[in-house]
């Protein structure tokens, strides 16, 4: 409708998202949509805590690191801001003592991506 008005000059870059929502409601898989993209935030957070948790990991596993790529991939959103919405609910399950390891852990995930398929093995001390 906001096409329609001639005195409306569109944000297109700011109305992609709402348009992909739209389009999902529309086509009836916005609930879907939510319920695949909250269970895979779930397991991605999960993956952090569990790499927050296990001293001698310095790094996500290659299953962890799917886990969270596999909730950047639903979302289709920013990057830095999927890690952010990830961190401010593992942050607080982790212990204060390993919070700087595997917060870098997943920056490094979020900017660098080298976690692809060549990256098989955990790396640890």
Same mark, same amino acid.
């Given at each position: /409708? ?5 005195? %409306? +000059? ?7 998202? !709402?348009?992909?929502? =739209? /389009? ?5 898989? %916005? +609930? ?7 269970? !895979?935030?779930?397991? =991605? ?81």
């Amino acid at each position: /409708m906001a096409r329609t008005n001639l005195n %409306w +000059e569109p944000n297109n870059k700011a109305l992609a998202p !709402l348009e992909k929502d =739209a /389009m999902r409601i529309a086509d009836g898989t %916005w +609930e879907s949509y939510h319920q695949q993209r909250n269970q !895979l935030y779930g397991a =991605a957070v999960k993956s952090v805590v569990e790499m927050g948790n296990c001293p001698t990991q310095r790094h996500l596993n290659q299953k962890q690191a799917d886990a969270i790529v596999s909730f950047f991939n639903i979302d289709g959103g920013d990057r830095k801001l999927l890690c952010d919405e990830i961190w401010k609910e593992a942050c607080p399950q982790i212990p204060s003592c390993w919070r700087d390891v595997t917060f870098n852990a997943l920056e490094e995930l979020c900017s660098n991506n080298h976690y692809g398929c060549s990256y098989s093995h955990e790396r640890s001390i």
